[in-house]
């Protein structure tokens, strides 16, 4: 398939840093929401992405004008029956990406290829709400997406070969690195990952250690550039725990059972960056 057309589904931190690398790497791209405060939120930040690029002297003023002249944005799910590929970037619940895949499969021309950015939910169920379950895969970009190189490239029990070689090529178009991946509950990265951080809460949780300290062990003793608990926080609390609960509602396996003290952070508001506040305090949301 010549893909020359891509739509985003969801214009928060993944989506609009999606967009952001599609429309980089020469695309047309639409990018919605459910609402204009959303999409001009997910704008925003794009935006300030850029400026931040453009500051480091890796892309010019033209590379900006020319990024932002490739993106529009729209607040309804019909604006992709043009597009060659869409990319759902929704929160991540079960229930909420079914709904939207069936939407899509009714609204997307019969040749488009259906992508979801889970990073952990079954890609054979959500194949199994569309009558095109061959045309559905899984991209699972990393956050933060402009900068973060990987991208899991998930084959659902269904996903015809044309579909993930379409897939791939452009992933590798986009100056991404695919890699591919069978379903399983949290594929490979978050099944990985996870469990380490959740292993940070609980250290945390039981007073082994005040956070920066926990953080401190992992960056000085593993060489790990960023502590769990900051990458929890980056990462969003809330996808942590949804990650978690779909590693162990998956394998029914007690070391992926979730730390109390998640749930705790999330029933308060306290997501991480996104809130301004989650394990660590933050100046600015």
């Not at 169920?125 to 991208?151: C, D, E």
């Not at 705790?264 to 933050?282: I, M, N, S």
Request: charged content about 25%; hydrophobic content about 45%.
């Amino acid at each position: 398939m010549d893909v020359k057309k891509i739509a985003v589904i969801g214009a928060g931190t993944m989506g609009n840093g999606i967009a952001q690398v599609f429309a980089a790497g020469g695309f047309d791209v639409v990018m919605t929401d459910i609402d204009d405060a959303a999409v001009q939120r997910g704008m925003n930040s794009l935006t300030k992405s850029l400026d931040r690029l453009l500051a480091k002297q890796k892309i010019s003023g033209s590379d900006k004008s020319a990024i932002l002249g490739r993106i529009r944005t729209a607040t309804r799910l019909d604006v992709v029956a043009d597009c060659d590929v869409v990319v759902e970037a929704a929160t991540e619940s079960v229930e909420l990406k079914l709904k939207i895949f069936a939407d899509l499969d009714r609204l997307a021309k019969p040749a488009a290829i259906l992508a979801s950015n889970t990073s952990s939910i079954s890609l054979t169920r959500i194949a199994g709400a569309t009558k095109r379950p061959s045309q559905v895969i899984g991209m699972h970009f990393f956050n933060p997406v402009p900068v973060m190189q990987l991208v899991e490239v998930i084959r659902a029990l269904q996903t015809a070969d044309a579909t993930f070689e379409t897939v791939r090529t452009l992933t590798q178009k986009v100056g991404k690195s695919p890699v591919e991946v069978k379903n399983s509950p949290g594929f490979v990265a978050n099944r990985i990952l996870l469990p380490m951080l959740n292993e940070a809460v609980y250290c945390l949780h039981e007073s082994l250690a005040k956070p920066e300290d926990i953080d401190t062990v992992m960056k000085l003793g593993m060489a790990h550039p960023m502590g769990p608990l900051a990458l929890a926080d980056l990462i969003g609390l809330d996808t942590c725990l949804s990650v978690l609960e779909v590693l162990y509602d998956g394998f029914k396996d007690s070391k992926y059972r979730p730390c109390p003290l998640w749930r705790e952070k999330v029933d308060a508001g306290q997501l991480g960056r996104k809130t301004g506040r989650g394990f660590f305090t933050y100046a600015s949301r």
